[in-house]
């Protein structure tokens, strides 16, 4: 499908005048949970290479070390190809869907 | 090509026409859950009893079909199905008639007047697929993909619809149960960190408010109340409608509609004040006594007393009776909160008295859900760049479920055309027409739109508003995923459908009908595998269970009920299940529930209250032949105070008007309500000419409610509307 | 097909377990093809100031000394060994007089078949050795049928325990052998039985 610009664009000011909240200005969750699927969950899987992850995997907190810790992890060699932008997007996915969070999501 | 709807099929014509089907598809001795009937020679008078699951209602329960010469006859319950508890009921045994019924969809139709007009235009399924696939296509490209909202209702197909939904590229789905019971999981989740199960069966204390359980049929939950009642529970509700609930309880509180709180804070300040929760319990697995100790101090009997028009000395001895049988004791998480706008915080307040009871997680109280796991056929959908960033209905309320949606919400978003157009929009087996508060609303949201696409059996109120109308088979004739169940402490199982009979005339299952698009818009990668095969790949994990599905139509699983969260922590921010919300202190909603009392009804009106009763399904078995017999119309109930003042007697037509839309229909004086409110029963006053039973018998519900919500969960609040009364002449 | 030639076919109701979902009467209505405006069962309400406190299912009480069988005047409708008041479609005439002089309403004169017709406790289905259709249907069991000479059946143990009572109609006694759970309100038959005058019944029959 090709892209609607002007659509996308009349968008971007709706949003800006609805006021979200901070998680949602600084990354987008939706992208987040495709970017997870396409990155992480080729390994975090069910009989995987890795042990299966999906957001309600950790707490709040405990994605919070996560991200602030990116250079510690076995696979952080695969993180160089993510902007920040991506990390932000899956941070807001994952911090936002956590186990205890108002709405813990499973990565199906 | 082109006939009005009404010119459908006589009923005469029906009849010959379901005999041919029947006996055209009837070849040879029919393989016990085989999709398509084998071919050969027919054989006469061949009698088999098949299994499958009801789907009268959401309970799904088992039961046996009785197929005589390739036709069903009779419905029976299936006596191994223990959610059930072997039990069919009279919706369950009516379902006969919704699968031979002249009323039902025969073949795809399109809209040829204007919306709502009913004049429609015979389409073969290629031409009304072609169609759908091209408006939604160029919906998409228009308005990005976001601009088309699905809702699909409770139904196990209504994966298909979301999953399709997902890789079409739109968020927007909504579900049912914003007109129905988030808030109530809303307030459990963020309290428990999960919505429980209650454990009926083994209480010898329950406390119901607002739920009417022994006529709006849970099960084994009804069922499990009478058991436990004749082993000498105590049932006390609070209802300002004299329910059959009420009326087989052991006591009812007539309370004052809107103060349900009040009456909980004030058991919650009995329970605190005279130490008799659970001390232990509270210390170990809880997170906020002293905030609520501080928090309800004021909140004596005595006040709530005036507030819920229950004496201050039975709520003081109903807390002292709830402490005596805790933690067998439960306040009953009831179902339909959609009540009013703190409907969450109404629910919290319920929440609240069973943590400090400790009715959890222990036999006779809430339990917490099994684990029974069915996987869906995994899926990676694509990510659209130019999509808008947040679902249409975010942002209206704090905390609305994100897989739910909020019908109200999403409705005002579409009529606004903010934040972003939604121009196209395709519902299954929902009818937010007849279940959405303020009808005119939705009518203005579907003008709204460029394109409708419903898929139903019947042709519901929201069919006849649609563009394009697809007919969908009934659960009698359809080959289904497997699916999870949970209910009480019997029964976690996994059940499947395989077709009784074949699907008659032209309807297609929604599977089917997605796929189809799927594959005309490049999406048939995500949808490449039959029903069969899904079901072969959800059923991986379960070898044990393949020979029961194919046997009953279901597998029970049992599991541990009771000490499941030994060791374990909850679900939320504190870890412990919370009497204060934390989160709800963040997002400046209240942290423990505080009263607000209920407007104050104005002189010479009606607080309207709705419900229904164990013969239909809201708007969804009205129309059933054999329902209708049962309960041909509705009726508004008026207590014989107002009523004589009014001059209105039982049986008079009447009109029930609120600022948003009127309705006429038959009074029923009783003492049953209280005389500061009326009751409707939903599910009447159709518009649709194509459910000819009940078009124009009595009045919808929707065409009166005012549309209120919720403030946190974005459920539909539909006990705020204020009526008037009279008598038509 | 099963012989029910030997059993004696005793239904007992529980009334407080009754919470008016009707399932029965629409199990009813499609096992027995019942015609639209007519039913075999119903579960009636009992009022207390002014509301329904107890739902009472019934049927036709298989009486012991029917008025139907006295109105019949071709001895279509009998009384069988079984326990049974039955019908035999070959011998009605249509004429009506059992439907008036049933004392609980319990019959009608089926409108396409043009006979006279009520509850058979589903023989056909007694027959195939299962339950009446609203036995089985019954959420709460609320209605418990069995055949009395076998000693270990279910019902035999509730009429040996007792406690049990009759709902009759307070103008005459016609033995019903339906019975019901003490607890259970006596219902106010609305239907004084008419007879055809040619019809003679003993003095008992009638309630003082």
Redesign the interface.
């Known amino acids: 499908m090709k892209k609607i610009i002007p659509v996308f664009t009349i968008f971007i000011l709706f949003i800006a005048s609805l006021g979200l909240s901070p998680a949602q200005e600084s990354g987008n969750a939706r992208k987040g949970k495709f970017l997870f699927r396409k990155n992480c969950r080729t390994c975090h899987v069910a009989g995987g290479s890795a042990k299966e992850l999906g957001p309600n995997s950790k707490t709040q907190a405990q994605w919070d070390e996560v991200f602030k810790n990116i250079d510690k992890l076995k696979c952080r060699d695969q993180w160089v190809t993510l902007s920040d932008k991506d990390k932000l997007d899956m941070y807001a996915q994952l911090w936002g869907h956590a186990f205890d969070s108002p709405s813990p999501e499973k990565c199906e | 090509m082109s006939d009005t709807y009404k010119k459908g099929l006589t009923r005469r014509q029906f009849l010959q026409f379901s005999g041919i089907a029947a006996a055209a598809t009837l070849g040879g001795p029919r393989i016990l859950h085989a999709l398509v009937p084998s071919s050969g020679m027919a054989i006469q008078n061949q009698v088999v009893s098949l299994s499958s699951i009801c789907d009268m209602c959401l309970n799904k329960c088992g039961l046996i079909a009785r197929v005589e010469k390739g036709v069903v006859?009779?419905?029976?319950?299936h006596?191994k199905f223990l959610k059930?508890?072997g039990?069919?009921?009279?919706k369950?045994?009516?379902g006969?008639k919704q699968l031979y019924d002249p009323d039902r969809l025969k073949y795809p139709l399109l809209r040829k007047g204007g919306r709502g007009e009913g004049r429609w235009q015979r389409l073969s399924w290629p031409q009304a697929l072609d169609l759908a696939a091209e408006k939604l296509k160029i919906i998409g490209e228009k308005y990005t993909r976001c601009g088309v909202l699905f809702m699909a209702g409770s139904d196990v197909q209504s994966s298909f619809v979301n999953r399709f939904a997902s890789v079409f590229g739109s968020y927007n789905t909504v579900s049912h149960e914003s007109n129905c019971l988030v808030s109530r999981n809303r307030a459990y989740l963020d309290t428990f960190g999960e919505m429980p199960i209650p454990d009926t069966l083994n209480s010898k204390y329950i406390l119901i408010a607002g739920a009417n359980v022994?006529?709006a049929?849970i099960t084994p939950d009804?069922?499990d109340m009478?058991?436990a009642k004749?082993k000498g529970c105590k049932l006390v509700v609070l209802d300002p409608r004299?329910t059959?609930?009420a009326?087989?309880a052991n006591e009812w509180q007539a309370i004052k509609p809107g103060t349900d709180m009040a009456f909980f804070l004030a058991v919650t300040n009995v329970l605190i004040e005279e130490k008799r929760y659970d001390e232990q319990f509270v210390q170990e697995k809880t997170y906020g006594l002293e905030q609520l100790r501080e928090h309800v101090k004021k909140y004596t009997p005595e006040w709530a007393e005036k507030e819920c028009e229950i004496p201050a000395q039975d709520i003081r001895r109903i807390a002292r009776e709830l402490s005596a049988a805790a933690p067998a004791a439960m306040i009953y998480p009831g179902r339909r909160t959609s009540d009013y706008e703190d409907s969450t915080q109404i629910r919290r307040s319920m929440a609240i008295v069973n943590a400090l009871l400790g009715n959890w997680d222990r036999p006779g109280g809430l339990t917490a859900a099994r684990e029974i796991k069915v996987k869906a056929k995994p899926f990676d959908p694509p990510f659209y760049e130019d999509n808008p960033e947040e679902r249409v209905d975010a942002g209206r309320s704090l905390m609305m479920f994100e897989e739910e949606g909020s019908f109200k919400h999403a409705r005002d978003a579409v009529i606004e055309g903010k934040p972003y157009p939604v121009k196209g929009f395709f519902t299954y087996k929902v009818n937010p027409m007849a279940t959405g508060a303020n009808r005119r609303k939705t009518i203005e949201m579907i003008q709204k739109l460029d394109f409708m696409i419903t898929v139903d059996i019947a042709m519901s109120d929201t069919a006849w508003m649609a563009d394009l109308v697809l007919p969908a088979p009934s659960y009698l004739e359809r080959m289904d995923p497997v699916t999870a169940l949970q209910g009480s402490s019997a029964c976690g199982c996994i059940i499947t459908r395989d077709p009784v009979v074949p699907a008659l005339f032209e309807s297609k299952p929604v599977f089917w009908i997605v796929s189809e698009l799927a594959h005309r818009l490049k999406l048939g990668q995500f949808f490449n595998f039959t029903m069969e095969e899904y079901r072969q790949e959800q059923l991986k994990d379960w070898p044990e269970a393949k020979k029961d599905l194919k046997k009953d139509s279901f597998h029970f699983k049992h599991s541990r009920i009771y000490g499941v969260y030994e060791g374990k922590i909850y679900k939320t921010l504190s870890k412990k299940i919370e009497l204060y919300n934390q989160r709800y202190a963040e997002k400046k909603a209240d942290p423990l529930p505080v009263y607000r009392p209920p407007q104050n009804v104005p002189q010479g009106k009606f607080r309207l209250v709705v419900g229904r009763n164990?013969?239909i399904t809201q708007g969804s078995s009205t129309n059933n032949?054999?329902?209708s017999?049962?309960v041909p119309e509705n009726e508004v109930w008026v207590h014989?105070k107002p009523a004589r003042s009014l001059g209105i007697t039982s049986g008079e037509l009447v009109e029930v008007s609120s600022p948003v839309g009127k309705g006429r229909l038959k009074a029923r004086v009783?003492?049953?309500i209280r005389p500061d409110t009326v009751y409707m029963d939903s599910g009447f006053g159709m518009l649709s000419k194509g459910l000819s039973r009940v078009y124009q018998k009595g009045a919808s519900i929707v065409e009166i409610l005012e549309d209120h919500n919720d403030t946190i969960s974005g459920n539909m609040a539909m006990h705020e509307t204020f009526v008037m009364v009279r008598k038509v002449h | 097909m099963i012989d029910i030639s030997r059993k004696q076919f005793v239904l007992v109701i529980d009334s407080?377990?009754c919470?008016?979902?009707?399932?029965c009467?629409?199990?009813c209505?499609?096992?027995n093809n019942v015609p639209?405006?007519f039913w075999r069962n119903w579960v009636r309400p009992t009022e207390a100031?002014?509301?329904?406190?107890?739902?009472q299912p019934g049927q036709c009480m298989q009486c012991e000394a029917p008025a139907c069988v006295a109105a019949c005047p071709v001895r279509a409708t009998f009384k069988r060994s079984d326990g049974m008041v039955v019908i035999d479609p070959k011998k009605c005439i249509g004429c009506g007089n059992c439907v008036t002089g049933c004392p609980y309403g319990a019959r009608f004169r089926n409108p396409e078949t043009k006979l006279a017709e009520k509850c058979n406790y589903c023989e056909h289905r007694l027959l195939r050795g299962e339950e009446p259709?609203c036995v089985?249907?019954?959420?709460?069991?609320a209605r418990v049928f069995g055949d009395l000479n076998d000693p270990e059946s279910k019902i035999s143990t509730l009429i040996k325990k007792g406690r049990l009572v009759q709902v009759a109609n307070r103008k005459i006694n016609t033995k019903p052998r339906i019975y019901y759970t003490t607890g259970t309100i006596q219902l106010d038959w609305p239907k004084e039985p008419t007879l055809p005058g040619n019809v003679r019944l003993p003095e008992s029959f009638w309630k003082p």
């Open positions: 006859k009779k419905l029976d319950p006596p059930s508890r039990m069919l009921c009279a369950g045994n009516a006969i022994f006529e049929l009804s069922i009478m058991t004749q004299f059959k609930t009326a087989l164990a013969y032949a054999l329902l017999e049962l014989p009783t003492a049953e | 407080q377990k919470f008016d979902c009707k399932a009467m629409i199990a209505k499609v096992e639209h405006g100031k002014g509301r329904r406190v107890q739902f259709a089985t249907t019954c959420p709460t069991k």
